[in-house]
């Protein structure tokens, strides 16, 4: 058995709405880790492929201009969503 390991850095705090944002994590064991983004009409919209390293760490920057729900996943296992407040 080995398990999969699905984490989100995130800002407690609202970023400036279309300024650079670095999000890391850790995405151990996972195959083909992906970031997604909940759409206004609540479906998940892939936005980026990650590329961990070797104990999983990964680094992606993303512009966001609106606040939004992000969540990583990896095939059949998907982790909690986190909310990234814009301002």
Do not use: C, H
């Not at 609202?14 to 083909?32: E, I, T, W």
């Not at 070797?54 to 969503?81: C, H, W």
């Amino acid at each position: 058995f080995t398990a999969t390991v699905l984490s989100l850095q995130y800002p407690s705090k609202a970023v400036v709405s279309g300024s650079s944002l670095k999000l890391s994590g850790r995405a151990r064991n996972a195959k083909s880790p992906t970031l997604e983004m909940r759409s206004s009409d609540g479906t998940w919209k892939k936005l980026r492929e990650l590329n961990p390293d070797s104990s999983g760490l990964f680094k992606v920057r993303i512009r966001p201009t609106a606040s939004a729900y992000y969540r990583l996943s990896d095939e059949s296992v998907v982790a909690a969503p986190v909310r990234i407040k814009v301002k």
